[in-house]
């Protein structure tokens, strides 16, 4: 089997629909269910439990990051992050005189 992962010079990764930063995420959950699975399987958990542990976590995490993919786009995520990151409102508490009086720069002085 072939599989085409990248589409073009200059365009981002892209594997069966995800896109960009989906194909991390996407890859680094089924790792993070994997090792989950193998540490419960190691504390001495039941095998069903750990096997129905594994499917319920990879389906909802294949299914959050389609989701996202879908509802966010290639850089939405990005973009929703970035707008947390930045104040609701600006606060000016000087006076609003000061916008209409003309202040003299002073000239630099060269030697």
Same mark, same amino acid.
Do not use: D, T, V
């Given at each position: 089997?072939?599989? @085409?992962?990248? %589409?073009g010079i200059g365009k981002s990764v892209e594997f069966k629909g995800? %896109?960009? /930063?989906?194909?991390?995420?996407f890859a680094g959950g089924l790792l993070s269910v994997f090792v989950v699975f193998v540490i419960l399987y190691m504390a001495g958990v039941d095998q069903w439990f750990c096997i129905g542990f594994g499917v319920i976590a990879a389906s909802a995490l294949v299914w959050l990051t389609f989701n996202l993919n879908a509802k966010y786009g290639e850089y939405g995520l990005m973009k929703l992050l970035a707008k947390r /990151?930045?104040?609701?409102y600006l606060i000016n508490? %000087? @006076?609003s005189r000061r916008f209409f009086l003309h202040r003299k720069r002073k000239e630099a002085v060269y030697a």
């Open positions: 089997m072939e599989y @085409n992962i990248n %589409k995800l %896109k960009a /930063q989906y194909l991390f995420i /990151q930045h104040p609701h508490r %000087k @006076n």
